[in-house]
């Protein structure tokens, strides 16, 4: 008997995974599973272990691009209640990884908590936006949190302080445990000015972004002092494509993908952008989403 049986409620073998990512491309994982609470979760990683599987967790698949042949190993989801959960106290907010941070930040700004009002329009969960710190011009995630909840590759539930967890420009030092939760101190502020600043990003980064096709947001890393975005444009490379995956006309630092567009399409295009852009002006782009 195969031993994922013993969760065999919550393991869904050979599971397509682009309809959980935003876009929307890529094959399957072995095994996708659905833990009901931490305890299952530390169990379960531990016989993954021993069965020498990989094992990747997925939030909300805004910022992954998963290859065309998959993943051959355990994709995890923490979209279970237990790890949706908010509790505010004061200005101080804990948030379950699997909870929507695009919903929780409009809902704190909504209550006159400022703080993630910067992060109006990201489309991401809590657990992927800790694991990345996720942000843009307005502020990241990390300025905000107070420390982290990890499951620890031994199977521990451990609490990191904001300066264990290393945050940096779409970096933290987070590993192989696996983020649980974090805790957010907010700010208490005007409701009406907090929500007025979270309207007037979130209106902005429509106008200069294309949110609503399928893309993964932001390809590459900013280069130090530069905007990744602004070399992509000035190389003349928005419009470009390979197959059906093109550079957006709109922000040129997103890549699109149209109807019948594989990551394989994506991934030459990423290709080729990076190879373009090191020509015109010798510099090196790094991809910022995390390529399966
Ligand atoms: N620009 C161009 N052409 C373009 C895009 C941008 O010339 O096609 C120029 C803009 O005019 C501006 C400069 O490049 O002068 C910077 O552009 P923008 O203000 O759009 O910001 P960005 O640096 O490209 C960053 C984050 C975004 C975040 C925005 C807004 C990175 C790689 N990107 O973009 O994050 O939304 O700031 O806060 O750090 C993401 O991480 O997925 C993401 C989209």
Same mark, same amino acid.
């Given at each position: 008997?195969? %031993? %994922?049986?013993? &969760? ?10 682009? *309809?959980?990512?935003? &876009? ?22 531990? !016989?993954? !272990?021993?069965?020498?599987? #990989?094992?990747?967790? @997925? ?6 691009? +998963?290859?065309?042949?998959? &993943? ?18 004061? /200005? ?14 409009? *809902? ?9 009002? =910067?992060?109006?329009? +990201? ?7 800790? !694991? ?20 620890? #590759? ?20 987070? =590993? $192989? ?13 005007? #409701? ?7 309207? $007037?990003? &979130? ?19 900013? #280069? ?6 602004? @070399? +992509? ?5 928005? =419009? ?5 995956? !093109?550079? /957006? ?26 190879? *373009? ?8 782009? $790094?991809?910022?989403?995390? +390529?399966?």
């Amino acid at each position: 008997m195969n %031993w %994922w049986r013993d &969760f065999a409620d919550h393991v869904e073998p050979d599971a397509p995974l682009g *309809r959980l990512t935003w &876009f929307r491309l890529g094959g399957k994982a072995r095994y996708l599973y659905r833990p009901r609470e931490v305890g299952e979760l530390s169990r379960f990683m531990e !016989r993954a !272990r021993a069965e020498n599987l #990989p094992v990747k967790v @997925l939030g909300a698949g805004a910022n992954v691009l +998963i290859r065309d042949d998959g &993943f051959d190993g355990v994709v995890v989801r923490l979209d279970q209640e237990a790890f949706r959960r908010i509790k505010r106290e004061d /200005s101080r907010v804990a948030a379950g990884a699997g909870v929507d941070l695009m919903n929780l930040s409009r *809902r704190c700004s909504e209550q006159g908590l400022a703080g993630l009002e =910067g992060l109006a329009g +990201i489309p991401a969960s809590v657990g992927g936006a800790i !694991r990345m710190n996720a942000g843009g011009r307005s502020g990241e995630i990390g300025d905000v949190v107070s420390s982290v909840t990890v499951l620890s #590759p031994e199977g521990e539930v451990e609490e990191w302080l904001r300066d264990r967890v290393g945050f940096a420009y779409r970096h933290t030092d987070i =590993g $192989e445990e696996v983020v649980l939760g974090a805790k957010l101190q907010l700010r208490a502020d005007n #409701p009406s000015l907090v929500r007025r600043r979270y309207d $007037e990003l &979130f209106a902005c980064k429509q106008k200069s972004q294309p949110l609503a096709d399928k893309s993964a947001g932001c390809i590459f890393k900013n #280069p130090p002092g530069q905007s990744a975005g602004a @070399l +992509i444009d000035r190389a003349g490379l928005k =419009g470009k494509n390979c197959g059906a995956a !093109r550079v /957006s006309e709109r922000h040129a630092n997103f890549i699109v993908a149209y109807k019948g567009a594989t990551a394989s399409d994506v991934l030459r295009l990423i290709d080729l952008v990076r190879d *373009r852009v090191r020509l015109a002006f010798a510099t090196e782009l $790094e991809v910022e989403i995390d +390529i399966w």
